[in-house]
């Protein structure tokens, strides 16, 4: 995606059934890059979530809310029930310092 003249990569590491399973993101100024990846994923599983949490997020698509704000859809798995069926999630996406952003990090 292009946002305010940089373009944002998505990206899911680590295997789908696995805690591990996050999204990353790397941007540029120049379509064809050099991309400069982001330290962390954006989305992934906190080591502190609860039995109300997710785990696992990944496979994602950003998209322009009619509003005119971003979001980002992606599947994950129930806590504690990865290998069973993955859920689809939409949580809000913004931008803080270039970078995009998703609340806290966890699936909401």
């Known amino acids: 995606m292009k946002e305010n003249g940089t373009y944002y990569i998505f990206y899911s590491s680590c295997g789908y059934a696995d805690k591990c399973y ?4 790397a941007r540029s100024k120049n379509f064809i890059g050099p991309y400069e ?3 962390t994923p954006i989305l992934f599983t906190r ?7 997710w785990e696992g997020p ?5 998209v322009k809310t009619l509003k005119g704000n971003f979001a980002i859809v992606y599947h994950a798995w129930p806590h504690g029930a990865i290998g069973t069926k993955r859920v689809m ?20």
Do not use: M, R
């Open 22 to 25: 996050s999204v990353g993101v």
């Open 37 to 39: 990846k982001h330290p």
């Open 47 to 53: 080591p502190q979530q609860t039995s109300k949490s």
């Open 58 to 62: 990944g496979h994602c698509s950003v």
């Open 89 to 108: 999630l939409v949580d809000h996406l913004t931008f803080e310092n270039g970078w995009p952003k998703v609340g806290d990090g966890s699936p909401t």
